[in-house]
């Protein structure tokens, strides 16, 4: 019988969110090649990956009379060349006008009778580079063992130049609707409760309400609205911008030897440093209590492993039973000391601990292919479920591999991580390590935040600012 969805994974459907920028992660990888790019060559790339993803070439197919949650099918009519497009740069595309290319593509509504995910090969770069925009939708992630496109199509090795004959894909015939009312009678005979999990309204209210007071459990009582809050937050969507930036991960890491803390908090406190500058650039006045409250999933485990900066053999911690949990970060943007901030942000990290024990950086990276855009989707799933006024913005960081990586026969030479915009938020932040250097994705509103791209740029002034500071 085909796969019911879970609860959460149904709620996440609710309101025809297909068309929502709010249920659907994206990365954006730069791909180096030798060669010109043989696009029939990438579509054969492409196919013989989702063999291994078999949860890709199946839609969502819904029971008759709602008598139960919608199940996955094999999709009869799958088209891959559907799936992957193409697109360019009027030459030569810089990295500006490829992140106002992929703030179009993301404002894009997937098609909901088809699988949720779209690849999109973007040429015309200044270096001959081949952009890569995956999107994938966070209903896709459900289930321990689901991974985002981007991890799926992402190689510790680099793909022979040889064609390999891909075996046929044969699609499983979708049971017919008498088969989904009868197995839904069964399941009611069984679970009374599903009738009620099938109820829109309650599925909300119940999912968000146990989640969000999980993951929210030590939240304190919400902020009046209006003041720093509100440059954060739009009730009306105006379609998206993006912005892009990256800065040295070794700058970082001596950051953190200096002050005795971790990378992910001083990676924080860049952030920080660059969303204080912005607020002060746009007129808003800023005192020293002023903070930004930022949801940060973290990945956790419920087994004990080294602390994040340890070496040798024992650091090789199990992270493939991580989960995801989300902390609440007070981002003290009115501090005007960097040092002070880097501090605070350390302290509140350090009492953000949850009662299983944190997954570290290197048992992150360790994860299968390049896990964080998987990592970066199930933040966003998240804190989908918690309370919206809860928080300003959603900030996920995820370490990634060290060495090079592949996308095809191309190596990889950046990636940036372009994170959903959940509903009423105004900006979104992801940020990933690879290769030496941390990559920054920011997502906003067009018309809470036209100027994206400057938050990106004072990330450069705000890492200077805490390379001048010491312990």
């Known amino acids: 019988m085909a796969a019911r969805l879970a609860t959460a994974d149904a709620d996440l459907l609710l309101g025809d969110a297909t068309r929502s920028r709010s249920r659907h992660s994206c990365s954006l990888a730069l791909v180096s090649r030798d060669d010109p790019w043989d696009i029939d060559r990438v579509m054969e790339f492409v196919d013989a990956r989702l063999a291994d993803a078999p949860r890709f070439r199946q839609r969502i197919r ?7 949650r919608a199940v996955w099918v094999d999709d009869p009519d799958f088209d891959l060349s559907f799936h992957v497009r193409r697109s360019a740069l009027p030459a030569p595309g810089g990295i500006r006008q490829l992140a106002d290319l992929v703030a179009r593509l993301v404002d894009r509504p997937l098609e909901p009778g088809r699988p949720l995910w779209e690849l999109y090969l973007i040429e015309g770069l200044a270096d001959g580079r081949l952009a890569v925009l995956t999107k994938t939708h966070h209903v896709l992630l459900g289930g321990p063992n689901a991974v985002d496109l981007a991890q799926v199509l992402m190689t510790d090795e680099k793909a022979s130049a040889d064609v390999h004959e891909v075996a046929t894909w044969t699609p499983v015939p979708s049971p017919g609707d008498g088969v989904l009312v009868l197995d839904a009678l069964i399941t009611i005979a069984t679970d009374p409760l599903e009738l009620v999990r099938r109820s829109a309204r309650l599925v909300n209210a119940v999912e968000r309400a146990s989640r969000g007071l999980v993951g929210a459990a030590s939240l304190t009582v919400l902020r009046p609205a209006g003041g720093l809050a509100e440059m954060f937050r739009t009730s009306r969507p105006r379609g998206s911008r993006v912005g892009l930036a990256s800065f040295p991960l070794d700058r970082a890491r001596e950051i953190a030897r200096e002050h005795g803390c971790k990378v992910n908090d001083v990676v ?10 912005w607020i002060l650039s746009c007129g808003h006045p800023l005192s020293t209590a002023d903070t930004l409250r930022a949801i940060v999933p973290m990945a956790v485990s419920s087994e004990s492993g080294p602390a994040e900066g340890s070496d040798g053999p024992e650091a090789s911690a199990e992270a493939t039973s991580a989960e995801i949990a989300s902390a609440l970060i007070g981002m003290p943007v009115g501090e005007p000391n960097p040092r002070m901030r880097l501090a605070q942000i350390s302290r509140e990290t350090a009492t953000q601990r ?7 950086a290197k048992s992150l990276a360790r994860l299968s292919g390049f896990a964080p855009p998987t990592l970066h989707a199930l933040g966003s799933r998240a804190a989908i479920m918690l309370p919206s006024d809860s928080y300003d913005l959603v900030v996920t960081n995820a370490p990634g591999p060290q ?8 190596e990889l030479a950046e990636v940036y991580p372009v994170p959903a915009l959940l509903d009423g938020q105004a900006l979104a932040v992801s ?4 290769s030496g250097v941390v990559y ?3 997502t906003a509103d067009r018309q809470a935040v036209p100027d994206v791209e400057e938050i990106g740029e004072l990330i450069s002034s705000a890492l200077d600012e805490l390379t001048g500071t010491s312990r």
């Open 403 to 410: 060495h090079k990586m592949f996308w095809g026969d191309g």
């Open 440 to 442: 920054c994705g920011f």
């Open 354 to 360: 949850h009662p299983r024990q944190a997954v570290g």
């Open 431 to 434: 940020m990933s390590s690879y």
């Open 268 to 277: 924080l406190a860049v952030l920080c440093g660059a969303l204080r500058s």
């Open 62 to 68: 819904y029971v008759p009379f709602g008598l139960a």
